[in-house]
């Protein structure tokens, strides 16, 4: 929505190609690193071309929480060895050091029961039997990534009272925000 309203290209994270989601999902602990480098390795390619574009581009996903949250998830969760990690963390570090950070984070915080429906909503089978406490420490750790670690600019949008998709105003809410950060536009 934000890149059709904005005319900016919209960058999806790869889930449809992902050739480890679904073993992901069935043996986390198996297959954890493998699916993170996997990530990391579409991020950063998106990176590199965002950094080459004339245009502006949204992203889904950044490379930063993916970092931040996902894998600091699974390393938290026992699902990654010291050594993975280790491994990991220092191809990250090499990676952003090349690439700049996005202008601006938009964070769209929900509560667990709020991801569990959307979840359900979205229908991939390999989501269906995700544990509640997986998407807890989730959600904790995107708020520490938010608040505390990323040193970019960020607006934070509480997704549950909104329903921005059938909802004008609510949409627009958002994009007076953005403008804001952005642009230096207030409403009037």
Do not use: C
Request: hydrophobic letters at 35%; aromatic letters at 14%; zero cysteines.
């Amino acid at each position: 929505m934000l890149a059709r309203h904005y005319h900016w290209e919209a960058r999806y994270e790869s889930v449809s190609d992902n050739p480890y989601l679904e073993d992901y999902y069935r043996d986390i602990h198996r297959w954890s690193f493998n699916m993170e480098v996997y990530f990391l390795k579409e991020r950063f390619r998106d990176l590199i071309a965002i950094s080459h574009a004339d245009h502006t581009i949204i992203q889904d996903r950044s490379i930063f929480e993916g970092v931040h949250v996902f894998m600091a998830n699974n390393k938290a969760m026992g699902h990654l060895s010291d050594r993975d990690y280790a491994t990991y963390m220092e191809l990250f570090e090499q990676m952003t050091g090349v690439v700049k950070r996005p202008d601006l984070m938009i964070y769209l915080r929900a509560s667990v029961p709020h991801l569990v429906d959307n979840i359900q909503k979205r229908g991939r089978d390999y989501e269906q039997t995700m544990q509640l406490e997986y998407l807890e420490n989730l959600n904790r750790r995107y708020d520490e990534f938010i608040f505390e670690k990323y040193p970019g600019p960020t607006i934070v949008i509480d997704k549950d009272p909104l329903d921005f998709e059938h909802r004008p105003n609510d949409f627009a809410g958002i994009i007076d925000r953005i403008d804001q950060v952005l642009f230096g536009f207030f409403p009037e």
